[in-house]
């Protein structure tokens, strides 16, 4: 618990392009599920809004595999407006006139956060796959450590998507008493062999390019883009719907009247693909998606409690809203119903939404006004029963 | 029409690797939809059975993406099965003792067929990309001239699944009174976005991998292996469902009892996949994957009727058997419905069967008992339509 714990000198900073960072010491490491030791142990961060004077009203975001800690401000790489940048702000559903917003870059990653492009200090180069493989929950361990040293002891809400639902659900189960509120969202209780399969072939689209190195490519000054932007354009048609590439694209033509009988982009959908691995790779380290990937596939909350989901959650008094979306068809509904029927055995307070939309598993990211909806009220209902002024109240202020 | 063509003089051949193989004289070239010209054109086939006396028991097989003409006997390359032994044999639903059947390799294939690995009389050297972009309507246009070639007129039966059934539907459109029966099975009447998307990512694989040299590596004595078996995992993963997956793989390990924390194959998919991939690039070009890809992603038989897919079928006396699996999410029911709604609404004489299987698109080569005996219903009923001997009658023979 995070009262509990020393107070322990750690250095804090901020960069523009990594925002906040907090290093810990080196005797405060990050000691992994594999066994590995990270330290020293830095963590990215970026915060919205204010803590309160009682430190009830923070709520921690967690991203997605190939997110960020920049839910709401401008990517300081793509110039883009934050991941979240629908939900998070003045008056949306993660108000930040209300909530103090915490988001931090995952271990494994690579916009601050200790990962394989971070500097090893054993050897003075980046740890390329000398880096411990992590999992979702020393993901979560080491947010757990960031939240310590920003003094908070329990939080009002986790919240996140897909591999951010799966952290949501980790922290829940290892440390039910600082969760007051959970939101798992497009998200499962486990990777299913599915789910294995697409990120195994990204993983190997990675490692067959030659500039890949073994993982040692920073080394050499080079990078395997050709391989991660075909690592990305895999996993970026599980993100959609059949229906919603239909509606989009359809068999449309890029910029011409007639196919060209040649291997050009002429359908629209292999334009945009091709510009979304290129994009990728510009914001991305290919090492990184290499880590991040497995920690999914780790993912199997129920195999660390016997085989029982609902005993991960037992005891808890943590409320939940689970969502889903109709038509993800990456970790769909049925996924969502498994946490749900574990949250319901265990006892625990539960509220589930399968959201209508046909943008498949990226629904979570877009606007969709059934999810803000959806979000503003169990966020809304929350904050009276952990006794937080009303919305109407906060802003009178 | 068969029967209008002058008698010209043919080479024709075989060898253990490619089977009978027939090379059309350099002035009867195949002049493909993109307008380009392959002669001489060399085909390479399969057949099993006797034609009869009255020509009126051929079957035309056509094979699917990466299938070829190996379909009842042992493959060449790999030493197994031939890819549909399960449907064609004595006493199976492709009766090779009623039937006489032929299997031939698609033009821009890799196994004896005319295709960008084949020679190219103008330089010597491997076409690559030289040899022009074809069509299923291309691919139709060579078995034509094989068909006129074996002196048959009209076929009893033409079928096969997903590109294999592409080409059924092609048959039918272009050469309405030359099929008397036909089984598009597993199939599309079009190539959707998500189809083209997951084709274009494992073309891009292929040409990520520097061993593609611009499609001319057999000049330089390499080959793409890395990014065609990249490719093929992808797409692997297209052709499975996912409660099969779940079923055979789920979360179980590799001969290991935990996790490695690393990135070996510790998942039983993950090898699985990488076999796959592996044995592959054994029996594949990788210059034919972007071909017969491309070949698919560019169907869309209604496009060329005015976007009208019963005026393809308009006026045409051909039986219809169309076959789907519930669990293909390749080429779902109901891109099959939409086949049986154009015959519908043209007149033929139709029926439609969804099989009930868990094994995805893959079910269609396969062992599916109810598939086998939809088959062999369905060419009971049209052989007897057709006045050949009944099964009975002619094991009595």
């Known amino acids: 618990m995070a009262n509990a714990l020393p107070a322990i000198e750690t250095l804090s900073s901020s960069d523009a392009l990594n925002g906040r960072i907090v290093e810990f010491p080196v005797d405060r490491p990050l000691i992994t599920d594999g066994g590995g030791c990270v330290t020293p142990l830095t963590i990215a961060y970026q ?5 309160n004077a009682e430190r009830s009203n923070a709520i921690l975001l967690c991203h997605a595999l190939t997110g960020d800690q920049h839910a709401a401000n401008m990517h300081p790489l793509t110039g883009k407006p934050g991941w979240w940048d629908v939900m998070v702000g003045p008056g949306k559903p993660f108000d930040t006139e209300r909530f103090f917003i915490v988001c931090s870059n995952v271990v494994g990653g690579c916009l601050g956060t200790s990962g394989p492009s971070s500097i090893n200090p054993a050897t003075g180069q ?60 497009a998200t499962a209780p486990k990777h299913s062999s599915q789910n294995i399969a697409f990120h195994e072939v990204g993983r190997q ?68 693909l091709r510009y979304q691995g290129m994009a990728f790779v510009d914001r991305f380290d290919a090492n990184s998606y290499l880590y991040v990937t497995r920690a999914c596939d780790y993912f199997d909350l129920a195999a660390d409690y016997g085989g029982s989901l609902a005993q991960a959650f037992k005891g808890a008094k943590t409320r939940y809203c689970v969502v889903s979306f109709n038509s993800d068809w990456l970790y769909p509904t049925s996924a969502s119903r498994a946490i749900v029927h574990a949250l319901n055995a265990s006892g625990a307070s539960v509220s589930f939404v399968e959201i209508d939309s046909d943008k498949g598993h990226d629904a979570f990211l877009v606007y969709e006004p059934d999810f803000i909806a959806t979000t503003r009220g169990f966020l809304e209902a929350a904050a009276t029963a952990r006794g937080l002024p009303r919305a109407s109240e906060t802003r009178a202020k």
């Not at 915060?47 to 803590?51: K, M, P, Q, S």
């Not at 757990?144 to 980790?170: E, K, N, P, R, T």
Request: net charge neutral.
């Open 126 to 185: 980046a740890y390329g796959l000398g880096f411990p493989v992590v999992t979702i929950r020393d993901m979560v361990r080491a947010q757990a450590m960031l939240i310590d040293h920003l003094g908070v002891d329990q939080l009002f809400c986790v919240a996140g998507g897909s591999m951010g639902g799966m952290q949501v659900l980790q922290w829940a189960a290892s440390y039910p008493e600082r969760v007051f509120s959970a939101m798992p969202i």
């Open 205 to 272: 689209a990675v490692m067959a390019d030659p500039d890949w190195r073994g993982g040692r490519y920073l080394e050499f000054g080079v990078r395997p883009e050709k391989g991660l932007a075909v690592a990305r354009m895999a996993a970026h048609i599980t993100y959609l719907s059949e229906p919603a590439l239909q509606r989009k694209f359809g068999r449309k033509l890029q910029d011409r009247a007639a196919p060209t009988f040649s291997f050009d982009a002429d359908f629209q959908i292999e334009n945009y």
């Open 47 to 51: 915060t919205y809004g204010e803590l």
